[in-house]
Nanobody, 117 residues
Framework: QVRLVESGGGSVQAGGSLRLSCAAS????????MGWHRQAPGKQRELVAQ???????NYVDSVEGRFTISRDNALNTVYLQMNSLKPEDTAVYYC???????????WGQGSQVTVSS
């Protein structure tokens, strides 16, 4: 069974930076696409960024140029570096990983990111 554990959320003023980490653990890990989603109060969960095993990435338009997703395949970890944060980035951020052995997605527990103006 694959488990994802997130770290790095918190509170910051507008213009600041935070880095989220998400480490996968379990036996026979084989992860495909990894990504970060977020859900703000009263809104639907949205995809923020995702990265393929080979390193190609894509971002939602609202974070392009400010957020950077990366991964370390040896550590089974995905990161989200968030710069120039805005109040509208406030949300619970969830990491997600595609388990290639089961063809199912696995989710982290969620990390609160709060950006004050």
């Amino acid at each position: 069974q694959v488990r994802l554990v997130e770290s790095g959320g918190g509170s910051v003023q507008a213009g600041g930076s935070l880095r989220l980490s998400c480490a996968a653990s379990g036996s026979n890990l084989r992860l495909g696409i990894m990504g970060w989603h977020r859900q703000a109060p009263g809104k639907q969960r949205e995809l923020v960024a995702q990265i393929r095993r080979g390193g190609s990435t894509n971002y939602v338009d609202s974070v392009e140029g400010r957020f950077t997703i990366s991964r370390d395949n040896a550590l089974n970890t995905v990161y989200l570096q968030m710069n120039s944060l805005k109040p509208e980035d406030t949300a619970v951020y969830y990491c997600c990983a595609q388990n290639l052995l089961t063809a199912r997605d696995v989710w982290g527990q969620g990390s609160q990111v709060t950006v004050s103006s």
